[in-house]
């Protein structure tokens, strides 16, 4: 079984377009995170949710946000998408608000968004 | 001058050799560190945390020098299965708790 989960895998769009990328662990985990990885492979989180409360927001455009609907799920959607936005984006997930206590980070698969 | 910085190489090793990483980070602040690994279009996987003490996992030793403010990564008798992009990992807590990757460095091994 798959610890945490994203989809689409893929996703292409027009500039414009608004999306969702959905993103579940099955871990019993109270925080979750997004990420983004940019075209240079540079990581950079994103938020953090634990137990539907925002521990982490770094900068990002308004157009992101995060939506919680249970500590299990923490959805990524994007309004009027711009070809910057193209990149990897990976869901993760750790018991406890990491890395507080160290705690292992389980990261999604990722996705893999094209905006044209 | 950046967070967390890391050579993104690559470093080109022959198997069996001895291989060390740095990782410099600016903000004396930084609380907790680790090495994060991450193969070619795959996510990232913990490797090891960062103890003041210094660690060792395996063939995989990690170290912490808060007076110069660096990391480093030793993996001693490199595989061909050691080949990925290593990640740096900066933690610091305040506000908004901060969590800063590094580029990344990239390490192949050779047959």
């Keep these: 079984d798959t610890a945490v989960s994203q989809t689409p895998k893929y996703l292409v769009t027009q500039m414009g377009n608004d999306k969702s990328i959905k993103c579940e662990q099955n871990l019993g985990h109270d925080t979750m995170y ?82 044209l | 001058r950046k967070e967390v910085e890391q050579d993104p190489g690559p470093f080109n090793v022959p198997e069996g050799a001895t291989v060390a990483f740095n990782c410099t980070y600016s903000n004396s602040a930084s609380q907790s560190f680790f090495w994060y690994r991450q193969d070619c279009r795959k996510e ?32 001693r008798d490199s595989k061909l299965s050691d080949s990925a992009t290593y990640l740096c990992v900066v933690f610091r807590s305040g506000g908004y708790q901060k969590v800063t990757f590094g580029i990344g460095t990239k390490l192949q091994v050779i047959p």
């Design chain 1, 34 to 115: 997004w990420y983004k990885q940019d075209s240079k492979k540079f990581l950079k989180i994103m938020f953090s949710y634990n137990n539907k409360e925002l521990i982490i927001n770094e900068t990002v455009p308004n157009r992101f946000s995060p939506k919680s609907p249970d500590k299990a799920h923490l959805n990524l959607h994007i309004n009027s998408l711009e070809l910057g936005d193209s990149a990897v984006y990976f869901c993760a997930s750790s018991q406890e608000s990491w890395p507080t206590n160290q705690e292992t980070q389980y990261f999604g698969p990722g996705t893999r968004l094209l905006v």
């Design chain 2, 44 to 75: 990232p996987k913990l490797l090891m945390s960062v103890y003041s003490s210094g660690n060792e996992d395996g063939r995989f030793t990690a170290q912490l020098n808060r007076a110069s403010q660096y990391i480093s990564l030793l993996i």
